[in-house]
């Protein structure tokens, strides 16, 4: 709406221009038109058509020496051919004639796609990348006067380092690491498109094609590679489980305090099982023993026994 509005503010100043050169010019040159006719045909009407198509002609080229350009809007200027400056934004007059406008730069920032399409990766893989690259104007003199399309001439350095890019790496690092290869590909562009007046903002990769049946294989390399991984895991933990059992052993057969604390920790632990009778009496006790085995002969309950002597407990 904005630049609707500006240019409808143009066009309403070079109407107005027109209109008023219109009249001067042939109240002008009507008048010296009107007197040498007169003095050649003996009346002004002959040369008065002519004369008013080129008042009309006139008028249009200075009424378009006015101009309205945006915020965003940067006029390469030439004079008789020569570069002398950078005009804009905002009102100005452009003289006809001897001065002319190369071209009117759009200096926001632009997003155009390319694509890098079969290319071969490190790894022979045929892949498709595609990317969308973000730029903008820096230098309005080197984009319209260094070179004639700066747009194009940009796609092209995207392209070819998206192709160098994919020919160097394997498909692995390609899938894996597209931020820094993003990065890398701005890098590159921005060194080559700064000849042009081009300054790259981002690059970003959108899309990354391959065939189906190598994404299927590469899924499956990757399931076996974690389950390898978390077997690796769980004997690792195995072997530390066991190494701290070892040193628990050889402490608690030092210490016989500690052996005792420990089976009366075994027995709490025993004693949390459901359907679990617990049953404790002297070792060598026959008696006891025959009152335990009648106890656990009247239920159906697995029971242990606990020797209270120096011995372990062990399951009847």
């Known amino acids: ?62 009424s378009k020496m006015f101009y309205i350009l945006p915020e965003w809007e940067r006029m ?16 100005f007059i452009i003289p006809p004639f001897v001065y002319s406008v190369a071209a009117i730069v ?29 730029f903008r104007v820096e230098d309005p003199r ?22 160098n890019t994919i020919g160097s790496m394997d498909l692995k690092e ?31 990769i959108t899309d990354i094609d391959t065939p189906q049946s190598l994404v299927e294989e590469l899924a499956v390399i990757a399931r076996e590679r974690r389950a390898a991984e978390a077997k690796q895991i769980q004997a690792d933990t195995e072997v530390a489980v066991a190494q701290k059992l070892a040193e628990a052993s050889a402490m ?3 210490n016989n305090d500690a052996l005792r604390l420990r089976e009366l920790q075994i027995l709490n632990e025993m004693s949390k ?14 008696n006891a023993r025959e009152i335990a085995n009648g106890a656990a002969g009247r239920g159906n309950n697995k029971y242990h026994s606990l020797d209270i002597s120096n011995q372990s407990p062990k399951e009847m």
């Not at 759009?106 to 973000?134: C, F, G, S, W, Y």
């Not at 921005?190 to 903002?201: C, F, K, L, N």
């Open 76 to 91: 390469v200027l030439l004079r008789l051919g020569t570069f002398i400056g950078i005009k804009g934004p905002g009102f």
């Open 252 to 254: 608690l057969g030092k």
């Open 174 to 204: 390609l899938l894996s690491e597209r931020d820094q290869i993003a990065e890398s590909l701005k890098n590159q562009i921005d060194q080559g498109a700064v000849v042009y007046g081009i300054d790259v903002r981002a690059v970003r």
């Open 106 to 134: 759009d200096t926001r920032i632009e997003t155009h796609q390319v694509e890098a399409t079969a290319t071969l990766t490190k790894d022979n893989v045929p892949t498709r990348v595609t990317a969308a690259v973000e």
């Open 142 to 163: 080197k984009a319209i006067i260094d070179v004639q399309n700066y747009r194009q001439s940009v796609i092209w350095l995207s392209t070819e380092a998206l192709k």
């Open 1 to 62: 709406m904005l630049y609707n509005s500006t240019n409808a503010v143009q066009s309403f100043i070079r109407t107005v221009a027109w209109v008023v050169f219109f009249i001067l010019f042939t109240i002008i040159l009507g008048s010296i038109v009107g007197v040498i006719s007169y003095s050649i045909f003996r009346s002004s009407t002959p040369l008065m058509i002519p004369t008013l198509v080129f008042n009309a002609w006139l008028a249009g080229i200075f």
């Open 273 to 286: 099982e459901e359907s679990s009778m617990i049953i404790i009496y002297p070792y060598g006790d026959r």
